[in-house]
């Protein structure tokens, strides 16, 4: 009795919160249940009738769009470390990299029933490199001297310089590592548009399994094609006759919601491991990457802390790096982690593959050990520069709609402030968040670091992606907090020139390189990322998990689509993973 | 022409000036509630100087702590004491609603005078300005304007609440000026030689000293309700903790699913309490200044 009016209370409470934002669900009705698969995203929509994937202001995540309304080449398994064709078949470089041929996968169509051929794809990047306003226009730029058609399945695409690790460059070919990728359009939708920035794109034309029924604020519902060319080509069906991206607000309604089974699965962020833990409870058939602690998958993208390296007095390393000692990451792991990860002093994941990295650079670590909460050093530091704490005023800009990084801030704000920092917390949202971040308005904010390969994470701070403050950066983590070295750009183009599984020849180069960065320390790195992202069992099943990992528990990611529908497997062709029905 | 009762030449006998703060002292609802306000102020502020700003921190407690001696309403999520936190909310929230109480009556109490004693184009076009701010609902606008400055202040919040405050006294101030002006000891007073603005405060504004005093009380009430509301929907101070603030964390964070009652529960507490309070003044002040209450009271 107790805990029923206790739970009316909360629902009660609830509402009261979220009244203004309560979703509406009224045109979703035939939509059932059991049919569709619910995920929780993080925050309303802005503008839902903007589906233009390149266009600013536009969603491609919490919309599905990459995830189920467009398809890939290829789609990195970063769990399994597989490399899997989708849209493409094979690539290969020529002998000295400069150009890459990709061979297209034969009975792909669009949704409107047009076929996908090498025309799209020059089509594609011929419209980036006309229209710089557009997502992946500048790193297109930078990297594509021209695409040609070979034949219609068959495309090379010329780079500018030898580069045998372009098929890792997710911002300039279509193959997803983490997060997203280049995405090919329907030439013979596009070319009729005079303004491919401006158009709306309400109701597009993908490859994916899906097509877009409704958009609203609140959400997004898909709706499965019967005449989707996998069906065709793999013989398979993608369990979910609908999807639903769906904000139910914050925390805790996203936690009722998953007790009460209105949600299959949520986003990154949504949950802290205490509200999980009472989720599960409520609902035993809800769950996420393993059973116990830390129950979060290592998420690829560290979080570090963009400083602008172009805003005096961070210009200066020694105020970076005091920053940076100032900064107790345990008590930040303990608090706003409840445990969940562990600190970080290095931009990439501690995965296996990476371990090489990381040692190659232990003596360097132990020359900068910037990651230790030293007050002292940071007094030193910022002695050796002619300040003091005091004289420091640091504009932190967080995203209101991330719990994640609203307790961070309130950590490190309160660590900053008692070595006597003046911090000022900006939170912002939406657009207004985006645009502080990479137009450099800021002194500090939180950012993951994508994708983070060791090699492709120091492309990051690469001079190629400087713009000058007041300019939107090529991306946020592609280098917002403006870092210019040249010195350190030779380094990593060395690097970038070696073949990804040329270790021996890249370990050298990559101390070099790593010793400039910690010298110079031009972000702060701050923890590992867990990705605790809940799964319901109730509805669906198949979800990949510590006991069974076939792929990446992601629900944000382009990769979302393959754990829905499974794929094939690259070496035997057999079919692995996808959701079903369950008890079905 | 009718002759002038002596009564209403003479002084008006609007309250008996004198006996006023005895008649509020000897009003039980006035002197609780007051009593109340001024133990949640003094325990608040005379605790704050017994607290270290470095008890004031995220990690200076246990985090997710059920109250206990070493901290006595628990801890919240982050590790911060909730009672260490009262210290700083409750003065920041009456901070809020006397600030922006002052400044709604204030302005209010100029403006309706104006408009109602001056009358013609100044009174016209002070109506409008009323009318206008009157038919706005000022939450849609307070969410607007605390939207844009994100990251206020306490005292800008409370500048911001304050400024959307003054229409309803105005209006009825300038009722009351409208009708007061009319009055023969004020013709009396304009033929004796006084000057408007000598007029206007010697001769209105005493007449209306209560019924300010209780619209004042209603600010109070109303800004440190409008500065709840604004800080659970995210737009309040982020660095400062008022007890709309604590309850937006509470919230944010998930204190209910997780049974953290004691980090959600006392600022409801404390708001019930304080308004509780607040209306027993403004009760006990209304039943004192007008006399036909006080004599059945």
Known sequence: MQRYKLWSLVVLLGLLVTGPAAPAFADQQEVTRAETLKIAIPAQITDPTNLNIYAAGSDRSATGLHQFIYEYFFYNNLQTGEFIPWLAESYEYSTDNTSMTVKLRDGVTWSDGQPFTADDVVFTYELLAKNPGMGNSAEVTKAVKSVEKVDSLNVKINLITGNPRFHLNREAFPAVGIWGALTILPKHIWEKEADPLTFKNSDPVGTGPYRVRDASQNGVTLERRDDWWGTKVFEVTPAPRFVQFTFVGDEQNVALALSNNDLDAAWIGLLSAGTFQQVTAQNPNVRAWTQELPFAWPDPCPRGLMINNDNPPFDKPEVRQALSHLIDRQAVVDLAYEGTTTPAWNIWPEYDGNIPYSEAIADIHEQYPIDTFDPARAEELLASVGLQPSDITVRYVVNADNVEEQKNSQVIADQLTAAGINVEVQPLTGNANADARLKGDFDMTQQPFCPGYPVENLELFHSKYYVPLGESAPWFERNSFRYNNPEFDALVDQMLALPPDATDQILPVFHDAMAIWYRDLPIIPLVETPALVPFNFTYWEGWPTSEDPWNMPVTWWATTGLVVTGYPDPATGEWVGGLEPAGG | ?297
């Open chain 2, 1 to 297: 022409m009718a002759t002038i009762p002596v009564e209403e030449i003479a002084h008006p006998p609007v309250v008996p000036q004198l006996g006023i703060l005895t008649h509020l002292l000897h009003n039980r609802k006035f002197t609780i509630g007051l009593a109340v306000i001024l133990v949640l102020l003094l325990v608040s502020l005379i605790g704050a100087q017994f607290v270290d700003p470095a008890e004031r921190r995220t990690g200076a407690f246990p985090a997710r702590q059920s109250p206990s001696w070493d901290a006595i309403l628990g801890t919240t999520s982050l590790g911060q004491s909730v009672a260490i936190q009262l210290t700083q909310a409750i003065p920041n929230s009456m901070l809020v609603g006397f600030i922006a109480a002052t400044l709604g009556t204030v302005i209010g109490a100029i403006i309706g005078l104006a408009s109602g004693y001056f009358g013609g184009k100044v009174d016209a076009l002070l109506r409008i300005l009323i009318d206008v701010f009157l038919s706005v609902p000022p939450l849609l606008f307070l969410i607007l304007i605390a939207s844009l400055l994100r990251g206020v202040s306490v005292p800008t919040m409370a500048l911001i609440i304050g400024l959307f405050a003054w229409a309803w006294p105005a209006r009825a101030v300038r009722s009351q000026a409208l009708s007061l002006k009319e009055r023969q000891f004020v013709q009396v007073a304009r033929l004796s030689g006084m000057g408007d603005l000598e007029i206007v405060f010697r001769e209105l504004l005493p007449h209306m000293l209560t019924w300010l005093g209780a619209n004042f009380l209603n600010a109070f009430i109303t800004a440190i309700l409008a500065e709840s509301g604004l800080s659970i929907l995210g737009l309040g101070p982020q660095r400062d903790t008022t007890l709309g603030i604590m309850l937006y964390w509470a919230l944010r964070y998930g204190s209910i699913l997780q049974n953290f009652w004691w980090w959600w529960l006392t600022p409801v507490i404390l708001l019930m309490v304080l308004f509780l309070a607040l209306y027993l003044v403004h009760l006990g002040l209304d039943e004192v200044g007008n006399p036909r209450l006080r004599a059945h009271g």
